[in-house]
Nanobody, 124 residues
Framework: VQLQASGGGLVQAGGSLRLSCAAS????????MTWFRQAPGKEREFVGG???????YYADSVKGRFTISRDNSKNTMYLQMNSLEPEDTAVYYC???????????????????WGQGTLVTVSS
């Protein structure tokens, strides 16, 4: 499975961005696709994801502001980010795994496949 993330950029606080993550290769319909982010000097953290293409989960820090959706016909996952804050500045990564269990969803170490990352910068 190959993942291609795109859509990052520079935005002012309060603004919006939409990230995309296109998956290619042998992608099973029940794949879990998730967004992580990593700010300078910090560990990679869970943002949100769609578990086995069913239920969607979010980190508390983004709940109500970010929305994950998926276009199954394109094997593409989206991250709509609204009301962006300077604290959201990070490199955003998409990850996928075909056999993930729910309890492991928020751990970056659980994922077999990663995109290259896309930088989101939110200015104050």
């Amino acid at each position: 499975v190959q993942l291609q993330a795109s859509g990052g950029g520079l935005v002012q606080a309060g603004g919006s961005l939409r990230l995309s993550c296109a998956a290619s290769g042998r992608v099973y319909s029940g794949v879990t696709m998730t967004w992580f982010r990593q700010a300078p000097g910090k560990e990679r953290e869970f943002v949100g994801g769609r578990f086995r293409n069913q239920n969607t989960y979010y980190a508390d820090s983004v709940k109500g502001r970010f929305t994950i959706s998926r276009d199954n016909s394109k094997n593409t996952m989206y991250l709509q980010m609204n009301s962006l804050e300077p604290e959201d500045t990070a490199v955003y990564y998409c990850a996928a795994d075909q056999r993930l269990i729910l309890s492991a969803m928020r751990s970056p170490q659980s994922y077999d496949y990663w995109g290259q990352g896309t930088l989101v910068t939110v200015s104050s």
